[in-house]
Antibody, heavy 120, light 109 residues
Framework: EVQLLESGGGFVQPGGSLRLSCAASGYMFDKYALGWVRQAPGKGLEWVSSLSASDGNPFYADSVKGRFTISRDDPKNTVHLQMNSLQVEDTAVYYC?????????????WGQGTLVTVSS | SYVLTQPPSVSVAPGQTAKITCRGHNIGGRSVHWYQQRPGQAPVLVVYDGTGRPSGIPERFSGSNSGNTATLTIRRVEAADEADFYCQIWDGVSSDHYVFGSGTKVTVL
């Protein structure tokens, strides 16, 4: 059974940093792309960042490019999202999601999410 | 950037058919995926690559895609189907972005 467990969310002031982690299990971790999708309170889904498994290429939404960095630790079956220069607009539940394929396509499994609150 | 447009809401009586549209430029040439998100829960993939259905998803859920419109059809709607639904594509042509639609709230009357 595929499981994705996020951690690292919390409260941070504008301009601060947080590092989210997603521990994956139940499948061949290095064979599939992984990403992060967020959902602001009462809003829709917004893709944030993904990492291709086939070539290791990272992809970022325009709203976070230059501030967020995605990385993966294959021996630990973990993906991280380093979030710097956080803004109030980054407040959201952040979901870790596994792609169905090694290259970006869709998200066939999701974690339960971790809440990030950016406020002064 | 590529935009996917969904109606904000759809209402349907139990036992009837709900159709949720997702409009995008020449979307018929793309792989479209659909998610269901019940309140307080993570999204669940219900249709992939336009017409595929993941294991465990009822046959009542089906997808179609042509021209500028993709459609998620839910037949014999049940109360448990009430949720937000999102369409999504991977835009590898112009932006290398995953793109989500704005979401449609399905209300079962």
């Amino acid at each position: 059974e595929v499981q994705l467990l996020e951690s690292g969310g919390g409260f941070v002031q504008p301009g601060g940093s947080l590092r989210l982690s997603c521990a994956a299990s139940g499948y061949m971790f290095d064979k599939y792309a992984l990403g992060w999708v967020r959902q602001a309170p009462g809003k829709g889904l917004e893709w944030v960042s993904s990492l291709s498994a086939s070539d290791g290429n990272p992809f970022y939404a325009d709203s976070v490019k230059g501030r967020f960095t995605i990385s993966r630790d294959d021996p630990k079956n973990t993906v991280h999202l380093q979030m710097n220069s956080l803004q109030v607009e980054d407040t959201a539940v952040y979901y870790c999601a596994k792609d169905q394929y090694s290259t970006p396509s869709n998200f066939d499994h999701w974690g339960q999410g971790t809440l990030v609150t950016v406020s002064s | 950037s590529y935009v996917l447009t969904q109606p904000p809401s759809v209402s349907v009586a139990p036992g009837q058919t709900a159709k949720i549209t997702c409009r995008g430029h020449n979307i018929g040439g793309r792989s479209v995926h659909w998610y269901q998100q019940r309140p307080g829960q993570a999204p669940v993939l219900v249709v992939y690559d336009g017409t595929g259905r993941p294991s465990g998803i009822p046959e009542r859920f089906s997808g179609s895609n042509s021209g500028n419109t993709a459609t998620l059809t839910i037949r014999r709607v049940e109360a448990a189907d009430e949720a937000d639904f999102y369409c999504q594509i991977w835009d590898g042509v112009s932006s290398d972005h995953y793109v989500f639609g704005s979401g449609t709230k399905v209300t079962v009357l």
